[in-house]
């Protein structure tokens, strides 16, 4: 676990405590943190060795020695003698040092096999062999057995014998050895000084100073005392993948490699290494691994896209540039209003119908939630404020008969046809329809521009390259909802959409130059939405905010924000005295990321 602070959340039959109600909400709280450290974390050095039968292994360590546990391959390695509270190994190398070793009991890491029989059969298949060795063992996977590289099928399993039924050799099959299950086997000539290597390759069982041992893992280093030997070892290199190595092999199946050596005098070691090109592995995950480094240049080219309006029928584009050109533009064309009519029927309570609510959206522009009883001006408002449909108004009259409330809706535009109004129903026992009464016709005065399915206000067929460039960068600007009020005075107290970042951010939070909610601009992090010390662009401070002509707090927002706003107010009780109250207001915020 790297080193770091560690947040400690705790949940009660499967269900998470609240963030708020672990040590008073406070974030990054010490008292509810886990640290760990570098210097308390045991850490191993080296293992010896690295492979074997099950027995007792030697760890080098730095290790926190009041308690601990350890695991080799998953599997325990155990630290007290059978039956006892006597330790194998657990000491420090000195009264005063950090790094110390232990050792432990595992289980191994291979079987030990000690003898075969029969150890002849039939190349048909079907002989009944024996197994005959220690530790063999099905825990982890069933015990799997290849006899000259073909599968035996297994009969039983001890712990001491596997008995398996060989198969059928293939006719064409002419090997003569196969990769065992494990390691290398080292004959080594004792006293032996070859005048060269190549004499090696015609020393055999008989020569004089034979004896061998199997090694499975390198490098190996021989014990001091060993002087003036040979040895010539060969195995089979089985690579766990496919893939380009460091000997220039590109290695498939299995490779027969057999190294021979002569050793004089001093310290003896052999050592095979492989590099392989490429390797899930990283240089923090093991000191073997290599980071690749690439180095990325990306080179492109911008260029400020340009279009040329004309009047609109043809279209043509050729590169970045585009072309409209009008022609056989009409004129003095009569002007036909737009009429739609929505019918709407609830079956709400009557009471209970102003809390029933319904959306009407023109294009990507979408009302606030408007009550089925909602009467001809809540309807016409809630319209006239979408900016899709401004800088145009609507008229709406209604009409109430058994079947509902209908909403008769003319468009004062001469922008011509609109498309049909869409709606959103929140309950399932409200039923809107929408249907065009008149279909409305342009007198051709005015175009309109559309970016990414919003239209720009109508121009003039007749309009400067100065008025579309307007219209054009008015289309690209953020603009609030008329329901937000941005003009400081008697109205707003305060105002702030973050525009200015060196204003904003000295005072409670870091500027960012996205998500704006109706600008360009945000606050990452505020620490306060407002202060009375805050100060003013025009200088001076902002000072109290009187409740009585200021009662609305209105702000928008982006992320998991906890569920409650913290308010500081003083006031004057019965006794004239100025108390100050700090409180935090429960409230519920929407969880999404917008």
């Known amino acids: 676990m790297p080193e770091d602070q560690y947040l400690v959340h705790v949940s009660v039959d499967g269900v998470p405590i609240p963030d708020n109600k672990i040590c008073n909400g406070d974030y990054k709280p010490y008292s509810c943190s886990f640290y760990t450290r570098w210097w308390r974390t045991p850490t191993i050095y080296s293992l010896s060795p690295v492979t074997g039968l099950p027995g007792v292994y030697e760890i080098n360590t730095l290790p926190d020695l009041l308690s601990c546990r350890s695991y080799m391959g998953g599997m325990p390695c155990v630290l007290l003698k059978p039956n006892s509270d006597e330790l194998y190994d657990l000491q420090l190398d000195s009264e005063t040092a950090s790094w110390g070793y232990m050792s432990c009991m595992m289980t191994?890491?291979?079987?030990?096999?000690?003898?075969?029989?029969?150890?002849?059969?039939?190349?048909?298949?079907?002989?009944?062999?024996?197994?005959?060795?220690?530790?063999?063992?099905?825990?982890?996977d069933p015990a799997r057995v290849l006899v000259g590289g073909?599968?035996?099928?297994?009969?039983?399993?001890?712990?001491?014998?596997?008995?398996?039924?060989?198969?059928?050799?293939?006719?064409?099959?002419?090997?003569?050895?196969?990769?065992?299950?494990?390691?290398?086997?080292?004959?080594?000539?004792?006293?032996?000084?070859?005048?060269?290597?190549?004499?090696?390759?015609?020393?055999?069982?008989?020569?004089?100073?034979?004896?061998?041992?199997?090694?499975?893992?390198?490098?190996?280093?021989?014990?001091?005392?060993?002087?003036?030997?040979?040895?010539?070892?060969?195995?089979?290199?089985?690579?766990?993948?496919?893939?380009?190595?460091?000997?220039?092999?590109?290695?498939?199946?299995?490779?027969?490699?057999?190294?021979?050596?002569?050793?004089?005098?001093?310290?003896?070691?052999?050592?095979?290494?492989?590099?392989q090109e490429e390797s899930s592995f990283t240089a923090d995950q093991s000191d073997d691994a290599v980071n690749e480094i690439q180095d990325i240049v990306a080179a492109y080219e911008v260029f400020d896209e340009e279009q040329v309006c004309g009047m609109t029928v043809i279209a043509q584009q050729r590169s970045s540039r585009q072309v409209l050109t009008f022609n056989m533009w009409p004129s003095r064309v009569p002007v036909v209003r737009e009429v739609q009519n929505i019918s709407i029927s609830s079956h709400c309570a009557s009471h209970l119908c102003g809390s029933t609510f319904f959306k009407l959206s023109y294009g990507y522009a979408q009302?606030?939630?408007?009550?089925?009883?909602?009467?001809?001006?809540?309807?016409?408002?809630?319209?006239?404020?979408?900016?899709?449909?401004?800088?145009?108004?609507?008229?709406v009259t209604k009409q109430e008969d058994g079947q509902g409330s209908h909403y008769t809706i003319t468009f004062n535009s001469d922008r011509g046809d609109f498309a049909a109004l869409h709606f959103e129903v929140f309950s399932s026992n409200t039923n809107i329809s929408v249907s065009e009464v008149t279909k409305g016709q342009s007198?051709?005065?005015?175009?309109?521009l559309s970016w990414a399915g919003v239209p720009t206000a109508p121009i003039a067929f007749n309009a400067t390259g100065s008025e579309v460039q307007s219209a054009l960068e008015n289309l690209m600007k953020a603009d609030c909802p008329a329901e937000v009020l941005?003009?400081?005075?008697?109205?707003?107290?305060?105002?702030?959409?973050?525009?200015?970042?060196?204003?904003?951010?000295?005072?409670?939070?870091?500027?960012?130059?996205?998500?704006?909610?109706?600008?360009?601009?945000?606050?990452?992090?505020?620490?306060?939405?407002?202060?009375?010390?805050?100060?003013?662009e025009s200088g001076g401070q902002y000072g109290p905010v009187s409740l009585n002509q200021h009662p609305v707090l209105c702000f928008g927002y982006k992320g998991l924000l906890r569920d409650e706003v913290g308010l500081k107010f003083t006031y004057s009780d019965s006794s004239g005295q100025t108390r100050a109250v700090t409180t935090r207001i429960s409230t519920l915020f929407n969880k999404e990321d917008k």
């Open 486 to 536: 941005i003009t400081q005075g008697t109205n707003v107290k305060y105002f702030n959409d973050f525009e200015n970042s060196e204003f904003t951010g000295a005072q409670s939070g870091t500027p960012e130059s996205h998500s704006g909610f109706c600008g360009s601009r945000s606050l990452k992090n505020a620490d306060a939405l407002f202060r009375e010390t805050f100060t003013k």
């Open 150 to 275: 073909l599968p035996c099928e297994v009969q039983s399993v001890a712990d001491d014998r596997i008995t398996c039924r060989t198969a059928e050799r293939r006719v064409n099959e002419d090997t003569k050895a196969y990769p065992g299950g494990r390691g290398l086997k080292m004959e080594v000539w004792s006293g032996k000084w070859p005048n060269s290597l190549d004499e090696i390759w015609r020393y055999n069982e008989n020569t004089t100073g034979y004896w061998s041992q199997w090694i499975d893992s390198l490098p190996y280093i021989f014990p001091k005392e060993y002087d003036l030997f040979t040895t010539r070892t060969k195995g089979f290199f089985v690579p766990t993948v496919s893939g380009n190595f460091s000997i220039y092999l590109h290695c498939d199946d299995r490779y027969y490699l057999e190294l021979l050596q002569q050793e004089y005098y001093g310290l003896s070691h052999i050592n095979i290494a492989l590099f």
């Open 108 to 140: 191994g890491t291979y079987v030990e096999v000690t003898r075969v029989s029969p150890s002849k059969g039939s190349i048909m298949g079907g002989t009944l062999l024996t197994i005959h060795g220690r530790f063999f063992d099905q825990t982890d």
């Open 443 to 448: 007198n051709m005065a005015t175009f309109t």
């Open 367 to 395: 009302t606030g939630p408007i009550p089925v009883s909602a009467s001809a001006s809540e309807m016409e408002t809630a319209l006239n404020n979408l900016w899709s449909i401004k800088p145009d108004t609507v008229q």
